[in-house]
């Protein structure tokens, strides 16, 4: 037995309700607790006014409503805003929102460190310490939404999109992942739209295959390589899963998806894939997986460069005629804009201190040198791939 208190971020509204049956209170009770805690950002239960004195009663003490302590926030002069979590045991990690004029999105972090390794990031060269839990995860958003508001003196929503691009392999935390953003799409909690949701993967194939069937929100994957040879370099997970198999379940996943394309996220890195014949191997590769090419979007990325990758950005002029060649070939392809980059915030800089318990240094260190080899730009024409729009 435990005398440790139930943190409430932890549950989706089913997990709630049924946490409210065990108290012996109905599930209407739950949805109104859960409005409480998600919609109003309320943490004292004694403030919940609607909810029954005997309920208040039972939840203090046995439950509380708790994100993990800010050890920093940054701010950054484009408006972008980092916040640095303690979750624990020499860990931190790192959410940052970034404010547009038509939306404000929310990177979300799902583990302390990664265990992926991809070589162009700075939170895979930490490595990985550990899952976060569910309450972890939601906490981020229960925060962030609730802080702003304040800042910002509103009562609008203010985080329309949140984005599982923060530090971690999402689809490595399956389990916990799924309660959360069940929680950020449900009406009683934040509303958001599936197509609004995104979790990134660098192609975990097996949970991609589950989330189509548990929980299908918007699918990012990152590619970042046109051959399985240099993208095993980039990216070591692709030894498990090759680019071929990745994506004919990328394709499958579109049946489920909220959109009917795939993003592909594709860091621009200078002289390794960001090659006229790179392009063209792309689109040679998109055309192999459906007879208009697979429904998709192409993310282009500028590198953040980071001393320990050994990896320097493409030049910008690269990155806009390689996306031109992808444009041409009739596939949509927009240039990510670098966001809050004076405050590490920028995509590929999140590294929160974690505690490394999986070596990586010593695994870098083996992988140090990219061979790169010519790519074959030889695969038949089978037609443009059709445009989409976001």
Not at 102 to 116: E, F, H, N, P, Y
Not at 313 to 339: C, Y
């Amino acid at each position: 037995m435990t005398n440790t208190p139930v943190n409430l971020l932890d549950f989706d509204l089913e997990g709630l309700a049924a946490y409210c049956e065990t108290l012996g209170e109905k599930r209407f009770r739950a949805t109104q607790l859960f409005r409480w805690i998600h919609q109003r950002g309320v943490a004292d239960f004694g403030q919940m006014s609607d909810l029954a004195k005997s309920l208040r009663e039972k939840l203090a003490g046995r439950a509380t409503v708790t994100a993990p302590p800010i050890l920093s926030q940054h701010e950054s002069k484009d408006g972008t805003i980092k916040w640095l979590f303690d979750v624990g045991g020499g860990n931190a990690i790192e959410s940052v929102f970034i404010p547009e004029d038509d939306r404000g999105t929310l990177c979300v972090s799902s583990q302390a460190g990664c265990a992926v390794g991809c070589r162009f990031c700075s939170t895979g060269h930490q490595g990985f310490s550990r899952n976060l839990a569910t309450a972890e995860i939601v906490a981020q958003l229960w925060f962030a939404e609730h802080f702003l508001r304040r800042h910002l003196k509103t009562d609008e929503r203010v985080i329309s999109n949140v984005v599982m691009m923060g530090m971690g392999e999402p689809l490595q935390n399956y389990d916990r992942l799924v309660p959360a953003l069940r929680v950020m799409l449900d009406d009683h909690g934040y509303g958001l739209s599936r197509r609004r949701v995104t979790v990134s993967t660098s192609g975990v194939v097996p949970m991609i295959e589950r989330l189509a069937r548990d929980c299908p929100v918007a699918l990012a994957v990152s590619l970042h390589a046109p051959t399985d040879e240099l993208r095993s370099h980039l990216v070591p997970l692709n030894r498990k899963y090759p680019i071929d198999e990745l994506l004919r379940t990328c394709t499958a996943y579109l049946a489920a998806a909220p959109r009917d394309f795939i993003t592909f996220e594709y860091c621009m890195l200078d002289g390794v894939n960001d090659q006229p014949e790179h392009a063209q191997a792309l689109i040679a590769l998109m055309r192999r997986h459906g007879a208009d090419g697979l429904r998709c979007k192409f993310n282009l990325i500028p590198f953040n460069p980071f001393p320990q990758s050994g990896l320097t950005r493409s030049p910008t002029a690269r990155v806009l005629a390689f996306g031109k060649l992808l444009n041409d070939a009739g596939m949509v392809t927009t240039v990510r804009k670098t966001r809050g980059d004076d405050i590490d915030a920028a995509c590929g800089q999140l590294a929160g201190d974690v505690r490394d318990r999986t070596r990586v240094h010593e695994r870098m260190a083996r992988q140090r040198t990219i061979v790169l080899h010519p790519v074959p730009n030889h695969a038949p024409d089978q037609g443009a791939p059709r445009k989409v729009v976001s």
